[in-house]
């Protein structure tokens, strides 16, 4: 089984839309992190978390809320979604080893390709 | 201006040749990553590495922290190498490059 899984992998809505993005893992990380993948732009940071208590905003969190149910568990909302948010997203997580400021190795879920129509 | 940027972005070789792809960044680091996209779109870590080299099976990275610049080396490349590679830094988070397309010809 992976380690990091996200649901739906696929989703097409239509403007308006709340949308939520669910990625669970089984790899004991206690951080976890939202990304979006666009064409031409690389990997952009939406949310992270350091721990169940710990919400950050990225780079882009703009329209987006996560929350963070448990250590496992870390859900990416869309309130309204809008035909800019198509786009692939990657749940990614990490764990503590080498203190607050030492990013280790990360490992992403499989995404999820979401349309906005 | 992005904090990671790749060379080339796109790059297509004959099966066997020898692949490299570079990544230089501008602000100091903790770690630089290499990742690998396939073209499914699942992403996997090749690499982190923080000073010299590292190397798996074909793949070798070096890193050379005064320059801020890293390369990934791919020896005798295989059609299976088709993917995109990326490359990211660690500091407080994770910046990416947008990657590099790779295309091995058979």
């Known amino acids: 089984d992976a380690d990091v899984t996200q649901t739906p992998r696929n989703r097409i809505t239509k403007t308006g839309k709340r949308i939520m993005l669910e990625c669970s893992q089984t790899?004991?990380?206690?951080?976890m992190y939202w990304y979006r993948q666009d064409p031409g732009l690389g990997l952009r940071l939406i949310y992270y978390?350091?721990?169940?208590?710990?919400?950050n905003k990225g780079e882009i969190s703009d329209g987006y809320s996560v929350s963070r149910q448990a250590q496992a568990k870390f859900s990416l909302s869309l309130e309204s979604a809008i035909p800019n948010q198509t786009a692939l997203y990657f749940c990614?997580?990490?764990?503590?080893?080498?203190?607050?400021?030492?990013?280790?190795?990360?490992?992403f879920g499989p995404g999820t390709r979401l349309t906005v129509l | 201006k992005n904090e990671v940027e790749q060379s080339p972005q796109n790059l297509t070789a004959q099966e066997g040749e020898f692949i490299t792809i570079n990544c230089s960044y501008s602000?100091?680091?903790?770690?630089l990553h290499w990742l690998q996209q396939h073209p499914g779109g699942g992403i996997v870590s090749l690499f982190m590495l923080s000073s010299g080299k590292k190397k798996h099976g074909r793949l070798i990275a070096t890193i050379n922290i005064q320059e801020k610049h890293s390369s990934l080396h791919i020896t005798a490349s295989h059609p299976r190498d088709s993917a995109v590679y990326i490359c990211a830094v660690s500091r407080n988070q994770f910046y990416f490059g947008t990657g590099t397309s790779l295309t091995v010809i058979p």
């Open positions: 978390s350091f721990d169940v208590k710990d919400i």
């Open positions: 790899k004991g990380h206690d951080r």
């Open positions: 602000v100091g680091i903790s770690a």
């Open positions: 990614a997580t990490s764990d503590l080893q080498g203190g607050s400021n030492s990013y280790n190795e990360q490992f």
